[in-house]
């Protein structure tokens, strides 16, 4: 019975790390979702918002925990015995980032190993960072994320007033 780590920053989680969460459970024994609190990092959402948004998504799967984490991921599975990093990824330049990532990971902990799952097609095109944007511009998020994070976006919406544009000439 193998367990294995999911971390990510999920700043926000979207349907494509649910997806791959939902993959792994049927797999693995279970899975340790991690959001990963790094202070050199900017967040949008603060790793309390991060860590309620995934409670939430992960709430009806008894095979799903969830932690927080500001350290290097391979101690932290280390310490609760899971020799799996999960990955997901969604093109050839993730797969370059993780890979690099994956060798980094090996060589401070060789003996775990990191697994990559590909994306689910209809997902491939969902970036958190990417769905900020879109949701800053009003754009409705709601085939692209659960509707609690949908709704923590709409605080980036704009200025209804400027919905026709200005004109300047
Ligand atoms: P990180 O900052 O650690 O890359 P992310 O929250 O961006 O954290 O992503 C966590 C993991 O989920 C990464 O392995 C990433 O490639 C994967 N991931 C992100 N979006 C998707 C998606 N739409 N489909 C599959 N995997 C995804």
New binding site residues.
Partial sequence: MVKAV??????P?????V??IERARSIFEEVLVVV?VNPG?HSVFSPEERMEFMRDIIAPWPNVSLYMYDSLIVDFARKHNCRVL?????SVQ?FSY?FELSVMNKGLDPDIETFF????SK??????SAIKELASFGGDVSTMVPPMVEKALQRFHPDKNNEAGHRTK
């Avoid at 999960?86 to 969604?90: A, F, H, Y």
């Fill in positions: 999911f971390p990510g920053s999920f700043d989680p979207t349907y494509g790390h997806n791959i990963a990092k999960l990955r997901g990824v969604r993730d993780e799952m590909p994306t689910d997902y491939f095109v969902l970036r958190s």
